[in-house]
């Protein structure tokens, strides 16, 4: 992508078809002279060497023309991300249930400001653009975690290869696998500092696969969202089941496992067609299409769980003990048990206390000591 910019020739040729891009208008008219306009400037009637110095005084809009030229793919999903990474202006955009984040910047500001480098998050991916030296309009990008913003480049492990994303994905800080590519646990510490295009775009779908496509899909107003009910019922095999899984179990399990601090996908798939689950969908930059198969495997251990008859038990507690539980399942559902220091014996999380409470509490088979009643 871009490994060549068109040349003088390749304009004037394209001239002659008319070239119409981001402002700048090039026109070879009847008379076999040239039309040239910007935003600032139109001038008509230029001969060949008039044409060539007056582009001379215009390289943002040349050079520009010149890289989007040799991307190519109008209309694709790659190419309306790099123009989203740089905040072109796009076209094919709709309005419509989309994060637009900044205002477009139009060639000469853009310009002016690749030459700074522009930044924008993907998840949690820092995208950097800027100018590529030489001057011809080429784009350089860099990717690191948005934890990294700040970190000089020689500090972090420096890979070149787009497809190294794939080992850098796999797992999180703790060296856990991730199952779930979008969960907000990617490792930090990395930098692909200088990829094309091409590598960009590959890189992305490594770290976050389908979310260029399906977010260009968005755009266009083309996403096609399967619901839950629909997913549900074209399982087969041990998946079966899950249709089974009560109404009100779907919201519980879209509050457990497609917020923002779980995934960064933003949820566009409800109960149906014309029934919104209650839980937030999210505010990430990328839709999710349908439930994905994380989901769906924990909603056939949910759907078993949820046929079992609800008893009535009883049980000693002490009113902090019965607290102690639901800080337990707070602390564990949210992830904090390990920032939770062993010192601490006033959080019901801490390890003592709950070391203690088992003590206290469980009976000889490993259980809370408690009596079913009829
Ligand atoms: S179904 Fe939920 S957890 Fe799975 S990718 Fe979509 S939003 Fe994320």
């Known amino acids: ?47 060949e060497g008039e044409l060539e110095r007056a582009l001379e005084s215009i390289p943002a809009f040349v050079s520009n023309w010149r890289y989007w030229d040799a991307i190519g793919g109008e209309g694709t999903a790659r190419r309306t991300f790099l123009r989203w990474c ?51 309009g080429e784009r350089r990008y860099e990717l690191r975690h948005v934890d990294d913003a700040d970190r000089a480049r020689e500090e972090l ?3 070149e290869d787009p497809r190294d994303a794939r080992e850098l994905s796999t797992y999180d800080e703790e060296g856990r696998y991730r199952p779930l590519k979008t969960a907000p646990t990617l490792r930090s510490g990395w930098v692909l500092p ?67 601090s779980q995934c960064l996908r933003r949820r566009e798939w409800e109960y149906d067609d014309d029934d919104a689950l209650e839980a937030p969908g999210g505010d990430g930059p990328f839709p999710c299409r349908e439930p994905c198969s994380l989901v ?3 909603a056939r251990k949910w759907a078993i769980l949820e046929s079992e008859a609800e008893r009535t038990y009883e049980l000693e507690l002490t009113t902090s003990e019965l607290n102690q539980l639901a800080e337990l399942i707070d602390a564990v559902a949210d992830g904090r048990t390990d920032e939770i220091r062993e010192a601490d014996v006033n959080d019901g999380a801490n390890r003592y206390r709950a070391r203690y409470l088992r003590a206290k ?11 079913k009643r009829e």
Request: glycine share 8%; aromatic share 6%.
């Open 1 to 47: 992508m871009a490994d060549s910019l068109p040349d003088h020739e390749s304009l004037l040729a394209a001239a002659e078809e008319g070239v119409d891009f981001d402002g700048f208008v090039l026109e070879r008219t009847d008379d076999g002279t040239y039309a040239l306009e910007t935003p600032e400037a139109r001038e008509t009637t230029l001969e």
């Open 86 to 136: 740089e905040r072109a202006p796009i076209a094919d955009a709709t309005t419509e249930g989309q994060t637009l984040g900044d205002e477009p910047l139009e060639v000469p500001e853009r310009h002016d400001a690749l030459e700074e480098g522009i930044v924008r998050e993907w998840g949690q991916l820092r995208i950097a653009v800027r100018l590529a030296d030489g001057g011809e």
């Open 157 to 159: 492990e420096r890979r």
């Open 194 to 260: 200088d990829l094309t295009g091409r590598a960009l775009v590959e890189a992305v779908d490594f770290f976050y696969p389908a979310t260029i496509a399906n977010w260009h899909r968005e755009r266009r107003g083309e996403l096609d969202v399967d619901h839950w009910l629909e997913t549900a019922e074209r399982q087969t095999g041990i998946y079966d089941v899950i249709d089974e899984l009560p109404r009100e179990a779907v919201d519980w399990m879209a509050e457990a496992c497609c917020v923002d």
């Open 296 to 298: 769906v495997a924990a």
């Open 361 to 371: 509490r469980f009976d000889e088979n490993g259980g809370l000591e408690a009596t």
